[in-house]
Every structure is written in C-alpha cells, then in structure tokens.
C-alpha cells in the first residue's frame, strides 16, 4: 500500500513538473528577455530573440495577449513574418507562448503572444477582436489562384504564394513548419504556419485559430521553408509540404490542435475529359468541401475547352454519399459556359450540405466533361387559340422558342381542358426549372432523397395545366395548389396539376411562360 502512494505521489509530482514547464502570464513581467524558434529556410530550426514589452489583459473573452518585440534572424529588416504563427517563445527556459499576431507595415517588428495556457484550451472558440493575426500562408500546386480560392483566402485571411511537395523526412519538434493539407492529389491547397508544442501523440500550432471550425478532422503535415521574401506590407515564407501525418483534430481561439497518426476522411473528387483525367482528395469541412471543388473544376474546365470556346459544356456529375446513395446531376452550359457549369454545381452540391433537412455526406465526386455545338432553346412565347374552353375540350398550344444565332423554332401541342369548371394556368417551363422549385417545400428525408434522385435533364420542356386558387387536400397535407408541389409514393401531385405533358429537345432548355384559360359550360 505505502508502494503504491509513494508510486502515485511520484507520477504526481513529475505531471506537475511537467505542468509547470510553462510559465503564467502573472510570471511574466514587462522587460523579461527570452528567445524564440522557428524555421527560415529548409527544415533547421533557428532562434530568434524576444522583449517582453507588455500584456494586454482580457482580449476577447479574456484571453490575454503578451506583447513582444522581436530582433535577430534580420527580424529588424523583414518584420515578422507570415507563416511565423505558431513559433513557440522562452522566457527563463520555459515556454510562455507563441507568435500569432502582427501589424502590417510596422517599423519595427512587435508582435502579440498567445499564452501557452490559451493554446491548451479546447473549450474557446472564434477570434480575438482588435488584433490581426498573422497571415497563414496558402501554397498552391497544381491550380491557379482563381475566384473560389479568393473567397477561402479572404475568409481565412491567408497570404496566397505558389508551392511545391516535399519528400524529405521533417522532424516533429517546436519551431518546424506544420500545416492543414486542404486537398491533394493532382493539385495540393496547404495552409502552413509553425509548430509550437509535442505532447503525448497531439501537436499544437499556429497560435490563433485557422477558421474557428472547433472540432474538424483535415490532414496534417510537415513542411519545408523554400524561400523567405522580405515586403514593407508583410513578409512572407514560402513553404512546401512534406507527407501527410496526421490530421487536425481542434481549430479554436488558441490554435490548431493536431493529432500524429490519425487520418481524416477526405472527397475524392474525379475529372474527366476525353483523354484527361485529374484527380483530388479535398477535406470534407463543408466551406472548404465546395470551394476547393469548385475551383478544382473552374480551372480544369479553362484548361479542357479554353477562354475562346463558343458552344456548350455538358458536365455529368455522380455524388456518392457516405451512405452510398449516388444522386447524379446532368448540367449543359452555353452562356458564359464555365462559370455558369462551375456555380450550378456548387450551388448543388451546397444544397446537399445546407438543405434544411439533413447534411448529406459525400464521399466521392466522378464528374465526366464534354464540349458540344452550341444549341441552346429559350422559351420566347405561347400562344393559344383562345382563352376560354368547355370541359374537355381540346386546347391548341404553340410554342416558340428562341433559338441563340438561329432561327426560332415552333412547337405545336395539344392538350385537353379540364373536366371540371374554374381558372386554370397553363404553364410552360424547363422541366429543370419547374422540378427546383420543389426544394422549398420538401418535409422530410424520404422526400429528399426521392427529390435528389430524380431531378430532370435541362433539355426537357414541361407543359402543364394547373388548378388555380384552391386548396385540397392530399393524405394529411394540405397544399395552396398554386404555389406548391407535394409528393405521394414517388409521383408528382401538387401545383394542382391537372395535365401534363414533356418534350426533350437537343439542347438546353431555359425560360418560363404562364396563360390564364378559363372552362366553362
């Protein structure tokens, strides 16, 4: 007994030992000199030195910031530098912190400290107001900058710099270049900044939070410093990532928080075109998720068809779902045909994110590319023989569409009049368009994933005769027939639909015309 009480008095005081390796804000007072780690080039760590000049207590929701100038390393010349977040600061042999803040175009270079306290804390998240952390640095190999890797540089304030891969072997210890891999494969997105701390398997970093994203699980990697380049506005390191290994587990107030080992799930995302084909592997954090994708698909589109191309891109998409659903999702694009074609799809794929009945989860993304003539047919008018019918008498429908660089082309349909007396719409549409506007009214998973599968190609023109002005009443639901589309067992039932008739053309279908008719005796 007396054995084991002096065991557990001994791990006692050797985990309060180890707890103390850090020193409090309170420990810590004005014109204590210290030094600090961090890599300027390849993956040696170097030193740098540290003034403590004061502390600013209770920034944000009282975290506390220590403020410190740094010299050495001609940090006198470049200021502190982007990609420097993280870099752990002593001062009398213990840690007290690490470089995460910064003003640009400083004469000299001051920088904030995050107390290592704050690093350990998972339980903050969001920023600290009325600092500016430090730049992270978002390397790009493979892809060029375009405007969907504006928005996550913009939303991250990130430094956008160009980036190659590493294959060397970096060692895990304070002061090395670490980072979030935000995709790989055929191109690779890294957001890097400086490892502060190793304890027990987790590695903590940057010192300020990369998106706030709490708990995330994305890849983790080493990285090596190619290059430091000197800039009144900010300096910046350009690094390059080694292998991935691990994933970040935390991104909160303190930092990142990583841990060695683990492997986050990813997307894969693959392209085809003809001969072409690219492949990727982006985190699955859902902003991140769509504008990597997006910008994956931006860029190869450019590189497949060219600024100059004139007609049509046709893009068919499969999304494979974590539950192994695939929901598959035609797109033919004419006008402006790479950015249009780039946003449908993210828009679709932020509605199987952001819908509001259930996140579907996605596993892979197989898209396959084509280049077409240009045809495209936009629904000009409608004419009818007359306004008013008898029941069941026949009703004669011409439909013009316009045709883009040629001449219009005519339809003609017939469709019988209700049977029933009242005001009707005739309503003619891209089957597309009128089966989207049942995403407001969707109630229930069952209904969405049915939605999800059987969305219609862009090529079909609908004609429908719909009821106006009542409700009725179907199951347990009751519907306003002019505004609104239900399901019942799979088959279309709401808009008051009392007709309907489909034609596929041989291109894209665009537009909507709507026409009163009345039936009476």
Known sequence: MKKRLLILLIVSVLSGAEEKNFLDVDEIKKGDRGYGLTTFIGSSIDTFYVEIIDIL??????????????????????????????????????????????????????????????????DEKGVIENVIPIKGILTLSGISRNE?????????????????????????????????????????????????????????????????????????????????????????KIVSPSKIIGSVVYDGKGGIIAKIGDKADVVEFVMRYGDEKRVYYITKEDFLLKNIFAS????????????????????????????????????????????????EAYYYLNFLSQNNIKKIEIKKIDVDIEKKPFKEFIIKDVVLNKEEYKPSEDIYIKIILERLR???????????????????????????????????????????????????????????????????????????TTKKIIFKDGIESGYGIIEKKIMKMEGNVSGKKEIKINVRR
């Open 148 to 236: 969907f890797i504006d928005t996550i540089v913009h939303k991250l304030s990130l430094e956008v710099l160009p980036g190659g891969i590493s294959d060397k072997e970096i060692e895990i210890k304070p002061g090395a270049p670490c980072g979030m891999v935000l995709a790989y494969g055929d191109a690779v997105l890294s957001v890097f900044g400086t490892l502060t701390y190793v304890k027990d398997g987790y590695i903590y970093a940057f010192g300020h939070p990369a998106f706030s994203g709490g708990n995330v699980r994305i890849p983790f990697s080493m990285g090596e410093v190619n290059a430091v380049f000197p800039s009144i506005y900010s300096s910046f």
């Open 296 to 343: 994956f698909l931006y860029n190869n589109l450019l590189e497949f068809t060219g600024n100059s191309f004139e007609g049509s891109i046709t893009g068919n998409f499969k999304f494979l779902t974590t539950s192994n659903d695939t929901f598959s999702y035609d797109i033919i694009s004419s006008e402006s045909p790479v950015r249009s074609l780039t946003m």
């Open 57 to 122: 207590k209770g920034q944000g929701t009282g975290q506390d910031i220590i403020l410190a100038r740094l010299y050495g390393r001609d940090l006198e010349e470049t200021g502190v530098i982007s990609g420097m977040s993280g870099s752990p600061v002593y001062v009398n042999g213990k840690i007290i912190g690490a470089v995460a803040y910064a003003w640009p175009f400083g004469k000299e270079p001051i920088c904030g400290i995050t107390t290592f306290k704050d690093m350990l804390n998972r």
């Open 406 to 480: 040629d001449n219009d082309t005519t339809i003609y349909l017939r469709l019988k009049s209700p049977k029933v007396e009242g005001e009707y719409i005739i309503n003619v549409s891209s089957e597309r368009e009128a089966y989207i506007e049942k995403e407001r009214i969707i109630k229930n998973e069952k209904e969405l994933i049915m939605y999800l599968k059987n969305i219609p190609e862009y090529k079909e023109i609908s004609v429908n005769i719909n009821r106006m002005g009542e409700k009725f009443k179907q199951g347990e639901q009751i519907v306003n």
